[in-house]
Each structure stands twice: as C-alpha cells, then as structure tokens.
C-alpha cells in the first residue's frame, strides 16, 4: 500500500556530502515523523535523525553538526544532507516514516529498502 524509495547513495571520499532522497508513494492520508537510520555490515539499525510533523528535528550524536534533515510534505520526501563525512559513516541508510492512511485512523511505521553509503578514508 505504501513504498518508500531512497535515492541519493553512492562513494565518497572522506569530508565530502552526499544528500539522501526518500519519496514515499501510495495510499497516504498524511506523514507524522519521518526519519533516517543507517546499519553497518553486522550491527544494528540505529537512528540518524527525524523530523516530526511540526518540523522539530532530532539528531543522534553521531551525526550532528554534520547532517541535517529536512521534508518537502507536498512532495512526501524527506531528505538528509550530510557534510563533513567521515569512513564512520559507511552504512546502508533507511528511510522511515509513520504513516495514517485512509483505511484507518492508526497510524504505521514504513520502511525504505536502504540505500549504501561508502566514505572512503
């Protein structure tokens, strides 16, 4: 019923940015918080940054200072623009977003495939 894509991956050398893209599709009556989680080979899936509805952002640690998110809500995308990128970084990212439909008034958690970012040192 919903998908969500991300797009904007790819190889980067150490310093540089990338800026990910996730567009969400589907039977979508509207999109609370969305967010960026990235996995490391053999770890877990941790949290990179959200943005609820109202525009209030959250920042892991890790990340902040160097990574900001942000939403197009006509568009359903959320995007992370991320500088100063460092070989720590290297993960796939995930899209997420909690999403109401129109069939009920419960909102639910979708995921991207994952898109993988290498930073190379």
């Known amino acids: 019923q919903v998908q969500l894509v991300e797009s904007g991956g790819g190889l980067v050398q150490a310093g540089g940015s990338l800026r990910l893209s996730c567009a969400a599709s589907g039977s979508i009556f509207k999109i609370n918080a969305m967010g960026w989680y990235r996995q490391a080979p053999g770890g877990q899936r941790e949290l990179v940054a959200r943005i609820a509805d109202d525009g209030v952002t959250n920042y892991a640690e890790s990340g902040e200072g160097r990574f900001t998110i942000s939403r197009d809500n006509a568009k359903n995308t959320v995007y992370l623009q991320m500088n100063s990128l460092k070989p720590e970084d290297t993960a796939v990212y995930f899209c997420?977003?909690?999403?109401?439909?129109?069939?009920?008034?419960?909102?639910?958690?979708?995921w991207g495939q994952g898109t993988q970012v290498t930073v190379s040192s």
């Open positions: 997420n977003a909690e999403i109401i439909g129109y069939i009920s008034s419960w909102p639910f958690d979708s």
